[in-house]
């Protein structure tokens, strides 16, 4: 520990957190800042540069595969048995995009909903994809950049990477003698980053998308006057509010009504106006609909309803939703194909075949080289671990969020527990070595300052496309899709990096040359 009463210099970075909504909700009248480091982490233009260039080809290729449906199906289908909540996002998959059952054939155990949560307007989706992903990647000493996992889901702190960035360039200037002793580069050249600005950007050119779509009808039911409306689903009793707050005030500045709700207030409010247009009792006609929730059994579980069908009710408000007219993240498509099931599968693909998913052979060779070296669980998996060493993989399950992965000595014993009808539903992936700052870094957790001596980055590069297409205005009047970045860095001997459920910090990119 550096100290347990910090400088004034972090007395002001933290005030200037606060101060700019880096912080996470403590009760439901106070928060905290974040973690964050007091100086950024060095990268190599080269290697930014490269990342830059290729990441909006993984977005491109995640929208090929989410629209891949019998890709799709074929792919998680095996997971299923060992994997009950993927089990259900396959079934709600399919419900999504085959014909609906007549009512007459519903089962009498629904027959106390209301019927415009289970009743779907048309056979097909009708809703437009919008596909905002954080790739993460680690910097690995010998084998460079390597994607750790999609995340196509509430896929989150792209605000905070902005702000943490923006904290950094304050510190620069208000601090310069500690900033300079605790920064890892003499190149002063901090690495800009627009990612609140540029997602708002590709949600706002959805959301108006949408609305211009509904100009006519909208004259006749007599919205026309009624601005686009941007829906957030949240969990209940969220913490991690001003990171989605930020975004939602970015949303407003541009003439966008921001909504929140959970899955349960959804519940029988939904229902289908002219030309399959989403409307929200209360709020009227919704134009994009955006999920931080849905990734885990949990949100879609009530009290108040009977708790046999309860996450069935749910999970039917979010099917209904997708067969709507509206730009939606994520889909259940998305969220499928960006599964470490289907991550393990497009690495093991040759580029030859990744141009099946809608990329040219040079695009295909470029995704290959940032795919990591993953291999399914099979009843040969715990040989491997003990042949080798358990230091060179990492064992993943399905999960969205921290807490997922096992590492080190708790590999082998949790393989020996896998039943065989589970094995699919895990994966190894070769772990990782990157190298750590080469200087000592300080951080800040709760006000307090540590010194921390093999500090890691994490790299996530934000991608925003509208139904395959690059969503963000570029300065040359084009569209782009790379959103920004967002560092996570952490001590090497640490396993969960995660800022809001582990032990890592808020960071952001100098140029090392």
Known sequence: MYSSHPPQATTDAIEWALTHGMALKTTAYSAT?????????????????????????????????????????????????????????????????????????????????????????????????????????????????????????????GPFGQRVHELHKFL????????????????????????LEKLANGIANATFKIKQEFTHSDLSTGYENHPPVFLMVVQANEDNVYDQHLLEHALQAKGIKTVRRTFRELHDKLTTGKEHRLLLEGVGPIDTVYLRAGYQYCDYHANDIISRVCCEALMQTRIFIEKHRVAINATVSQQLATSKRVQMLLSSMTAEQLTTFGLTLDEASSVKQLLGEMRPVTTDSAALISQTSPEQWVLKNQGEGGGHCIFDDDILPKLLSLKPDEYQAWSLMRRLQPTPRPTPALTVRKGELQQVDDLISEIGMFTVHIDGKPAINDLNGGQQAYAGYLIRSKSARTTEGGVHSGMGVLDSLVFSD
């Open 172 to 195: 620069q200037l208000q601090a310069a003698d500690t900033f300079n002793q605790w920064s890892a580069s003499t190149n002063n050249q901090l690495v800009e980053n627009h990612a």
């Open 33 to 157: 800042h974040t973690a964050f480091s007091f100086a950024p982490t060095p990268i190599s233009k080269a290697r930014y540069q490269q990342l830059v260039a290729s990441v909006g080809l993984l977005g491109k290729l995640v929208h090929y595969v989410s629209e891949d449906h019998q890709f799709l199906n074929h792919a998680i289908d095996p997971i299923t048995k060992g994997d009950p909540f993927f089990n259900a996002l396959l079934e709600m998959h399919k419900a999504i995009h085959q014909a609906p059952k007549q009512s007459s054939e519903r089962s009498t155990e629904h027959s106390t909903e209301k019927s415009v949560s289970l009743e779907h307007p048309s056979s097909s989706a009708k809703r437009v994809p919008l596909l905002i992903m954080r790739s993460d990647f680690m910097d690995d000493a010998a084998l460079g950049p390597k994607l750790i996992e999609f995340n196509g889901i509430a896929a989150g702190m």
